[in-house]
Structure formats: structure tokens, C-alpha cells
């Protein structure tokens, strides 16, 4: 068991090196320059010989200190003739090599500033009591994203469950046609369309019922709720968002659980269990609901890493500030720091949930060993 | 309430004019929204246009433009001087100017502004740009400050009425420690800051000290409603007061009677919108030859592009200057839509169909094509290249459409590679073309990336430069757009127009020449229920 944990452990690593290194690469190797780019949104019109002071003050404050830097360190500077122009349309293959050494620089820059707890700066934010540790402004944001994700995935647990075994035990009858309509129907939905189409009809000023909060999760002037308040109106602005993270997932589990449940209906200790004389509703909700339950279990804590993908998308229509949105605008403000700290932490959350549940099945299902 | 009628009976001592604003007019919330946090407050090294927008109301500067006569005013300067040669302006600051902690804004304070944006180690490059040929900022007397240029420019008086913060407050050791302050704001100006919550809102509060006239309402809060969408249906749900909107939620929303009801709708020009143009890179040999630029011209029929794509929203213009200013030459008349006038000067310019293929040739068979760059992910700008296509492809032009992504497209036009490009450049109330007409600018990654060379506009944009005597100027500036008229390097395409629905609680809402003046408004006393709350 230890040397399991262990092996899956190590085996973590190299998954980590490998999601961080093509996060890097894609955000480096980008056509046009990024840290160009973005003096160029901030400032408009800029004279280009300042810009490209700018751009060079910036990198080096990120440690995107380009190859050209690192060779003429080592190796001394060619001459203004020799040094190749980054340029668009006439990129030589020597340019391209050389913005690939350069991204591998900095890579291992990264790498070694991780080893050393440094997670860099945040670029885009800013506070004056100097805190532009991206892990700090990933953790101010943690408990929104966590709470809207938390009450997700009891809902989808508790609503899942009952549809899948109802539509099981009634297997061809009307309530599980429908049933697997409607499932089917949600699965297909992406959450863009959901949530905007939500936001028109219930949301506040749409064409429907209009009654749901926009934006946010608190009304204007919360801080002087009461407790009771302050639960209530926090509750009423995450319906929609909660609603946009949960009916995927419903979807899923319900299939799953009919599957499951079906299967086990089938199986030869049922078929004993019914010829012992024993009342259909012990047969299905004491033997088979107990083992159908399993994979269930595993799939639910599976399906955390994916909540937190939709947090992205339902964080930005709902203007809600969790760890979604901060990754969006990262992102748009090609913040490299956060951007990478943001993709860490995901990747090293889904790896261990996934851990956790290939852990959780061997235990649930004695069958399982590890080897 | 006594509170109230007290700073009231104060202001109105201090000043022989009457108040602007009757008691019960003052008082009151507005509700703005943006959609976008602010990612920082700092006075100077400030990224967006929001934190510019607040700063509007928390900062002042020494001179700014009257909104109607859009003529210089003096601010915190009480009045100023310009020496003979142009160079050396002395600005003699208001005795009565005061900072919101009540301190006297004096010559050091704005001494101390001009050098902390000339401070390389402070991130106000942007700012700081502007100021190249700025020999310095000095203090002659406590309430008198001059600043001397090395040239004379007839920006310098615009660029020297600097936005200034009190030295008291932001006074540093550590440059790094003033590029950090993202929430101090302490200014002259009638608001300051009320409370900043991350996520939840901004919100500005009237700055009880205020030297000037008050303004009429008490808190402005600003919500960070991220979706057009939402932030639609929040003032549509009575929680917002004031939103600008995009063309296509105007013409959604504006026919509606309820919309109609409780709603201003102003739709006005603004100098900051700028304009559309297709630029024709002139160092082509396809587009050297100015009868084949106007010939384009002809083709791109404008007026039924702006009204079917843009609804209408906006004005075809004939040259690079804002139709409301002193610049723009309003006796030029657009280029109209003509098949045959463009035929005729592309058979001048030794272009007509000689195989008879349905394309057009030169001498030498070769075929008129050439590529059409712009941005991809904007729908409007491939809606336009489609149709500009199918039109070029009548005549026997051969157009490709090629989109690229933003920052591999600002890549193409800094190496001058491309045929032809659509783009917009933000304006100003008085812009001077220098950087993106002059031949000094073709090289070296500069904005006239057409190449665009001409001695005759070269002449005129120095001239203009150098003439200090705004009707003069103008009078350059005729010249100069007629000769751009001529030479049509760019096809100019029109100018956009502001959209924004103000909610009726609102009152006094008047469009300037400039565009809206918050100060104008008023909404009284906040309705008992909700109306305070977005």
C-alpha cells in the first residue's frame, strides 16, 4: 500500500513537469511578443524605441530574459549587424530556434525559483502593501470558487443518486425515457450557452421571470447583514451560478448510476437474494444500491478537477471573483506568474483527486489490490 | 442635513457666484458600471481608461478644455502666461486651491508630480513620453511654477497643464513603493476615494473640502459587472444609472417603449472614438500610383456599410482630424461610390481586363490582386472584408482576406508587410498628424507604417507644429486634409458615436461638444426605497 502511494507519487512529478512545460511553451511561444503587446494595450500609441526599454525592464523583473541575453552573457555580444531581428514574415529557423532556447530558459528559470518557494510576481496585480505573490491571490479567492464548487457537488450527489436509481428500477418505463432525454440533454449543453441563456430569462432585468441577481455573489452594503442575511443573500446570488456548475454533472452521474445499478441487478446475487424469498426493496436498496454505489463514489471525487474548469466560464459570465476568473484575466494580461502558479495548482488538484479516488475504489471494493 | 446647509452656506460664501445647485438638487447615489476591475488607482502609473475615469474626479489639473468652446480654462491654475518664442509657459496657481486633507496646492506639488513622472525608475513611461522635449519643471514663487521646452510645439501648453498630486502624500524614497500604491487617492478634486471592494464595487464620496463649486451628488459607486449582458439587464432592472452600450444593444433596446419610458438616450460624436480606415501600403507598386488609391475609394461604398453594418451609428469622414474640430475641413466632401470613375482612373493607371478573363492587367499581364490584413475576432471586420471582396471581384480585383491574430498582425505592419490593412486610430480634440503621416515616421517601427511619404505634408505637419496661433494652424490643417483628400493613402472610413442610456433619476444630463460633463448632473435626494443600493 505505502509503495503504491509512493509509485504514484513519483509518478506525479514527471505529469507536472510535463503540464507546466506546455502551459510555458504555449504562453511563451505565442506568435508576436507578448510583453510588447501588452505596453502596447496599456499605453496606445507608444514611441517604439521606449516600448522596447519598457518591454526589457519588464522582463527582467519576470526572468523572461531572452537567449540572445543568456548567449551574449556567456559568450560575448554579437554586433547590432549580427543580431538577428525578431521579425514576423522573414522568421528564419535560426529565430525560431532561438525563441524556443529562449521559452527553455526560462522554463528552467521557473523551475529554479520554484525550488526555491519563489512563485514569482504578479504583473497584473498590484497592492500597496507589496503582496503580489500569486499563491496569496490565488488563496484570497480560494474560498468563493470552493463554496459555489462544494454546494455543486452535493447537489449533483444528492439529485444524481435518486434519478439514476429510479430510472434503473423502472428501466424501459416512462420515467426512465424521460429521464435519459432530459440527461442527455444536459450533457449536451455547453455552459457558455447555459448560463447566458439562464442570465436573459431569470436573471434580473431579462426577458422572463427576472428575479435572480446579475453579478456577484453579495447585494450592495452586505457588510451590515446580519448573519441570517448575509446567508440568505449569498445563497440567492450563487442559484444561478450553482445551477450552471451542477446539471453536467447531474447528467453524468445519473447515467452512470442507472449503468451501475443495472448491472448489478443482473448479477447472480441479486438473482439469489430475489430466489431467498427476500422483498424487492431489500434486494434493490440494501444488495445492489451498497455496490452499485461504488464507482459512484470514485467518479464524484473525479469530477472535482473538471467543477473547477467550469468555474472559468460560469465565474466570468456571473462576474463573480474566484480563482476562474482570475485565471481569465491572467491570462488576458499574459501574466505569466500567476498564470503558471494558477496551472500548477490545478494540475497538482486533479492528479491528487485522482489519487484519491483510485485510493477510495481499492478500499470501497476489497477485489482491488494494489500491485 | 445641518451638516449639508452649512458647507453649503460655506461654499457659498466662499464664492461671489451663486451655488450651481439648488439644496434640494444635492444628495443622491449615481450607479456606473465597469466592465472591468481597475487594476490599479495609482495616480501615475495607471493601466486603464477606468482608473482614468475616476482619476477624472479625484485629480485636477491645471488647465483643461471647456466642454463647449473646447478653449483651455484654467483649473488650479488661475491663469497663465505663453512667452513670445512659444517655449516657456508659466502657469500662477489658484491661492483658493486646496487638497482634500486641506493642505494648499502649491508650486512644489506640481514640481514633485513632473518629476516623478520623469523619474525613469517610476512606470509612467506612457506620461513621461510626451515630455521628450521638455527641458523641466521649476518653481519661481510658492503659487508659480514654469515649464520650458526645447522646442516650440504647439502641444506644449496642452502637455505642461499637468494632472497634479499633492507632494505631502505621495512623497517616496523607494521609486518601487510609489509604482505600488494602487489605492491612495488624494487629490484636489470634488470626490475622493469611499471604499474599494474587490469583486463587490468601487465607490467615490464628495470630498467635503472642496475649493471649487460642489458638485451636486454625494457618493458615485461603480459596479464591476464583467458581461454586456448582465450589465444591460442591471439598468434595465433599475441597479445601474448610467451604462454606454454597443451598436447592437442600441438598436435592440433604444425602439423599446418601457426602454423609452424611463431612459435619455444620447448618441453623440466623441474626439477619443477615432476613426476607421483602410491603409494602402504606398511603398507597393500597386498602391505608389495615387489613381489607384482613389480608385479604391470609389469602390468602397461607405455610407451603405455604415448603415447596414453599423446601423447607421456614425459619420463617413474624409480625413484624420475629428469633424467638431477647428482642423477638420468641413468643404470636403467624401469620395462618392462610383464603378465608372474607378474604372476609368485604374484604365489611366494602365490597369483594364486585356485577356479578357473578367480580371484586370497591367502592361506587363500582370493580374490585380493583393492581399487585405486586418485582426481576426471581430465580426465586423470580416463582414466588411466579405463584402469589399465581392465589389473589388466586379470590377476584376482580386482581393485576398487574411486575418491574423493581434500580435502576430502589430508584427506585419511594424515590417511593412501587407498590401492593404483596416484599422482605427483613437483621437484627440486637437491631434497632431506628426506620428503617423510624417516620412520620419516610416522607419524604425513607427506609426506611418503605409509609408506615406510626401514633401508637401511633411512641410505642413512642421509648419503646424511651430504655429503657436490656433486660427493659423487650422488653416495648415485645411491644407494638409485636402491633401490627403488628393493622395487618399488611407481610404478614411467613418467615425463612431458614443451610445449611452442614462436612467431618468438622473437630471441636468446635457451633451457638450466634447461629450457628457458629470458635473452637470443631478439626482437629489435618493428615493427612500432600494434607489441607493445598486
Known amino acids: ?371 | 442635513m445641518l451638516a449639508l446647509c452649512l458647507s453649503l452656506l460655506a461654499a457659498s460664501s466662499a464664492f461671489a457666484e451663486p451655488p450651481r445647485f439648488a439644496p434640494e438638487q444635492m444628495g443622491g447615489t449615481l450607479r456606473g458600471n465597469f466592465n472591468a476591475e481597475p487594476q490599479t488607482l495609482n495616480p501615475l502609473t495607471y493601466k486603464d481608461v477606468y482608473a482614468a475615469i475616476v482619476h477624472d474626479r479625484v485629480f485636477e489639473s491645471l488647465i483643461d478644455r471647456n466642454p463647449d468652446t473646447l478653449e483651455f480654462e484654467g483649473i488650479l491654475a488661475e491663469r497663465w502666461e505663453v512667452s513670445a518664442d512659444g517655449k516657456v509657459i508659466t502657469f500662477y496657481l489658484n491661492p483658493k486651491a486646496r487638497f482634500s486633507d486641506g493642505t494648499p496646492v502649491t508650486a512644489d506639488d506640481v514640481v514633485f508630480t513632473y518629476q516623478t513622472i520623469m523619474n525613469p525608475q517610476i512606470d509612467a513611461r506612457s506620461i513621461a513620453s510626451y515630455f521628450e522635449d521638455c527641458q523641466g519643471c521649476e518653481k519661481v514663487d510658492d503659487r508659480t511654477v514654469r515649464f520650458t521646452w526645447k522646442k516650440v510645439y504647439f502641444k506644449s501648453l496642452e502637455t505642461s497643464g499637468i494632472l497634479v498630486i499633492p507632494k505631502h502624500v505621495y512623497e517616496f524614497k523607494d521609486p518601487k513603493a510609489f509604482n505600488e500604491i494602487n489605492d491612495k487617492l488624494v487629490g484636489s478634486g470634488p470626490y475622493q476615494l469611499g471604499e474599494w471592494k474587490t469583486g463587490q464595487h468601487l465607490m467615490l464620496v464628495r470630498n467635503e473640502n472642496y475649493w471649487r463649486q460642489p458638485p451636486a451628488i454625494d457618493r458615485v459607486v461603480w459596479r464591476f459587472i464583467l458581461e454586456d449582458q448582465a450589465a444591460v439587464q442591471a439598468l434595465l432592472a433599475g441597479e445601474l444609472d448610467d451604462l454606454g452600450v454597443a451598436p447592437e444593444w442600441w438598436v435592440k433596446l433604444t425602439p423599446r417603449a418601457d426602454v423609452r419610458d424611463r431612459f435619455q438616450m444620447l448618441r453623440y460624436s466623441s474626439p477619443g472614438n477615432g476613426y476607421t480606415y483602410i491603409g494602402w501600403n504606398n511603398a507597393r507598386p500597386l498602391f505608389a500610383d495615387r489613381r489607384v488609391r482613389l480608385a479604391m475609394t470609389h469602390l468602397v461604398w461607405r455610407q451603405e456599410l455604415l448603415k447596414y453594418l453599423l446601423y447607421d451609428i456614425g459619420e463617413v469622414t474624409t480625413g484624420p482630424f475629428w469633424s467638431k474640430s477647428q482642423q477638420y475641413d468641413l468643404s470636403i466632401k467624401p469620395w462618392p461610390f462610383s464603378r465608372q470613375e474607378a474604372l476609368r482612373l485604374l484604365k489611366e493607371a494602365g490597369w483594364q481586363d486585356r485577356s479578357g478573363d473578367g480580371w484586370l492587367e497591367n502592361e506587363k499581364g500582370e493580374r490585380f490582386e493583393f492581399e487585405f490584413c486586418s485582426a481576426a475576432g471581430n465580426p465586423l471586420t470580416r463582414d466588411i472584408a466579405r463584402i469589399l471582396q465581392e465589389e473589388f471581384r466586379r470590377v476584376g480585383i482580386d482581393m485576398h482576406v487574411r486575418l491574423y491574430e493581434w500580435s502576430v498582425f502589430t508584427v506585419k505592419l511594424d515590417n511593412h508587410d501587407f498590401d492593404a490593412v483596416m484599422l482605427g486610430w483613437s483621437g484627440a480634440v486637437e491631434d497632431d498628424p506628426y506620428q503617423i503621416w510624417h516620412s520620419s515616421q516610416i522607419a524604425d517601427r513607427g506609426s506611418n507604417f503605409i509609408s506615406f511619404r510626401n514633401p508637401e505634408a511633411d512641410r505642413l505637419i512642421e509648419e503646424a507644429r511651430v504655429t503657436l496661433d490656433a486660427a493659423k494652424r487650422s488653416a495648415i490643417y485645411h491644407r494638409f486634409h485636402r491633401l490627403l483628400h488628393e493622395q487618399q493613402p488611407y481610404t478614411f472610413l467613418w467615425r463612431r458615436e458614443s451610445l449611452r442610456l442614462v436612467s431618468n433619476r438622473v437630471k441636468g444630463v446635457k451633451v457638450h461638444t466634447l461629450g457628457l460633463d458629470w458635473r452637470d448632473w443631478w439626482i437629489g435626494k435618493d428615493e427612500a426605497k432600494g434607489a441607493a443600493a445598486p
Open chain 1, 1 to 371: 500500500m505505502k509503495t503504491y502511494i509512493l509509485k504514484r507519487l513519483l509518478l506525479m512529478i514527471p505529469t507536472i513537469v510535463g503540464i507546466t512545460l506546455l502551459t510555458y511553451l504555449i504562453v511563451r511561444l505565442a506568435p508576436g511578443d507578448p510583453i510588447e503587446a501588452m505596453i502596447r494595450n496599456q499605453s496606445g500609441n507608444i514611441d517604439p524605441k521606449a516600448m522596447k526599454e519598457d518591454a526589457q525592464k519588464i522582463r527582467e523583473r519576470l526572468g523572461l530574459i531572452d537567449y540572445h541575453y543568456v548567449r551574449d552573457r556567456f559568450f560575448g555580444a554579437p554586433s547590432e549587424e549580427e543580431r538577428p531581428q525578431p521579425t514576423g514574415a522573414s522568421y528564419k529557423v535560426t529565430d525560431a530556434l532561438d525563441t524556443v532556447a529562449s521559452a527553455g530558459i526560462g522554463y528552467g528559470r521557473w523551475v529554479g525559483h520554484l525550488a526555491t518557494g519563489d512563485f514569482g510576481e504578479s504583473i497584473k496585480y498590484r497592492t500597496s502593501s507589496g503582496s503580489r505573490n500569486p499563491l496569496a491571490l490565488i488563496a484570497e479567492r480560494i474560498p468563493v470558487t470552493a463554496t459555489l464548487n462544494i454546494i455543486a457537488e452535493l447537489l449533483i450527489f444528492f439529485i444524481a443518486i435518486p434519478v439514476g436509481l429510479a430510472a434503473a428500477r423502472h428501466q424501459g418505463k416512462w420515467f426512465d425515457r424521460a429521464s435519459s432525454f432530459v440527461m442527455l440533454a444536459f450533457w449536451s449543453v455547453p455552459t457558455v450557452l447555459a448560463g447566458t441563456v439562464l442570465l436573459g430569462f431569470l436573471g434580473k432585468g431579462g426577458l422572463g421571470w427576472s428575479g435572480f441577481p446579475i453579478a456577484g455573489l453579495h447585494s450592495f452594503g452586505y457588510e451590515k447583514f446580519s448573519w441570517g442575511e448575509y446567508l440568505a443573500d449569498t445563497l440567492w446570488h450563487s442559484v444561478l451560478p450553482v445551477v450552471c456548475l451542477t446539471y453536467g454533472g447531474i447528467a453524468y452521474l445519473a447515467k452512470l448510476g442507472r449503468a451501475s445499478l443495472l448491472e448489478n441487478l443482473r448479477a447472480d446475487y441479486v438473482r439469489t437474494a430475489r430466489a431467498k424469498g427476500l422483498p424487492e426493496s431489500r434486494v434493490v436498496y440494501h444488495h445492489a444500491l451498497r455496490n452499485s454505489l461504488l464507482p459512484m463514489i470514485t467518479v464524484m471525487v473525479l469530477t472535482l478537477p473538471g467543477l473547477i474548469g467550469g468555474s472559468v466560464i460560469v465565474e466570468t459570465i456571473f462576474s463573480i471573483q474566484g480563482t476562474g476568473l482570475l485565471l481569465v484575466n491572467a491570462a488576458q494580461a499574459y501574466d505569466l506568474a500567476l498564470i503558471m502558479t494558477e496551472t500548477l495548482l490545478y494540475g497538482v488538484l486533479t492528479l491528487v483527486f485522482l489519487l484519491i479516488g483510485d485510493l477510495l475504489y481499492a478500499w470501497a471494493d476489497p477485489r482491488v489490490r494494489y500491485e
